[in-house]
């Protein structure tokens, strides 16, 4: 993977980044296409939960929980990078 390209589930808590591209195997893409979670969308990772599981991201204002393993299908370019 280039540089400064990562995973919604790798971006660390405090990060932004910008969506740039949503693997077609990523579940549920529908869902999360109707809450802003698109290519082009501005994210900013707010915090891990322990031991796993859940990610909270704010996008386009609002927090929202996402399994981690639903995150691993979000490719992301690093603001600032």
Do not use: C, W, Y
């Not at 540089?3 to 790798?10: R, S, W, Y």
């Not at 579940?27 to 290519?39: P, T």
């Not at 994210?43 to 939960?49: C, D, G, N, P």
């Amino acid at each position: 993977m280039e540089q400064n390209v990562i995973t919604l589930a790798e971006l660390p808590v405090g990060s932004f980044a910008t969506i740039v591209k949503v693997l077609p195997q990523a579940a549920g893409l529908k869902k999360f296409a109707d809450i802003g979670m698109v290519a082009g969308a501005e994210l900013q990772m707010e915090a891990h939960a322990p031991f796993g599981g859940l990610l909270r991201v704010k996008i386009m204002g609002t927090s929202m929980a996402i399994h981690r393993d639903d995150a691993a299908g979000f490719i992301l370019k690093l603001k600032g990078a």
